[in-house]
């Protein structure tokens, strides 16, 4: 019996995940805050455009969806064919939001909260995705058997082939969402605009 651990984390995770054996598992979800300034609309925003978490080091993003993906993979000899018989994941996936140094007042308070609630939506649609990713690992990594591998080498190739396509999968479809939400009249778009041109704003 060989066993494997895997450690990954965000955007390059998924080319090397190996998927689980129908065990039950549940993913650990978390906020993580950053501060930002303002008592207005239009400060909030700001601040948001200054201190917000970079995605791929360059372009500051409202929020952040990230997570810590770990495997124990079990492989097993069959004759002269090795196959994949169990896998356990250990999933962590960490929201980044924003939020305000100091409390807020009156009608911006308000309009705050529908903002960061909408944002936190959203970012738990990219959190619903990595967990299907990692049930769509489930699916089709347990069972695979690779012939003329007596010391389960080949099937980590095979492995790394077949779930490079769903973390291209995965990728395209949390692209084309957030396509969708920061579009001109989309959720996100719609959730700036109320926030920044809503009462308690100057």
């Known amino acids: ?7 990954c984390s965000m955007m390059i995770c998924t080319f090397s995940l190996p998927r689980m054996a129908h065990a039950e598992w549940q993913a650990v979800e978390k906020d993580r805050t950053y501060a930002i300034s303002g008592q207005t609309g239009p400060e ?9 978490p970079k995605v791929g080091g360059l372009v500051r993003a ?3 969806t990230d997570f810590k993906l770990t495997w124990t993979r079990k492989y097993e000899p069959q004759g002269n064919a090795c196959t994949l ?10 929201y980044t939001l924003p939020k305000p140094s100091r409390p807020l ?7 705050w909260d529908t903002f960061i609630s909408g944002v936190r939506r959203h970012e738990l649609v990219h959190g619903d995705f990595i967990k299907d990713l990692v049930k769509a690992i489930e699916s089709t990594s ?5 012939d003329a591998d007596p010391n389960c080498r080949k099937i980590r190739t095979e492995l790394t082939r077949r779930l490079g396509e ?9 692209r084309d969402f957030d396509r ?9 778009h719609q959730l700036i605009l109320k926030l920044v041109n809503g009462a308690g704003s100057r």
């Not at 909030?44 to 917000?52: M, N, Q, T």
């Not at 347990?142 to 690779?146: D, F, P």
């Not at 939400?181 to 989309?186: K, N």
């Open 1 to 7: 019996m060989k066993l494997d651990v895997l450690f």
């Open 44 to 52: 909030l925003y700001a601040s948001i455009g200054e201190r917000g």
């Open 62 to 64: 409202i929020a952040h």
């Open 85 to 94: 018989v169990s896998a356990k994941p250990k999933l962590i996936i960490t």
């Open 105 to 111: 007042q009156g009608a911006i308070a308000q309009n």
């Open 142 to 146: 347990v069972g695979l058997s690779v």
């Open 166 to 174: 769903l973390s291209v999968a995965q990728r395209q479809r949390s």
């Open 180 to 188: 969708v939400e920061l579009s001109d009249g989309g959720n996100i």
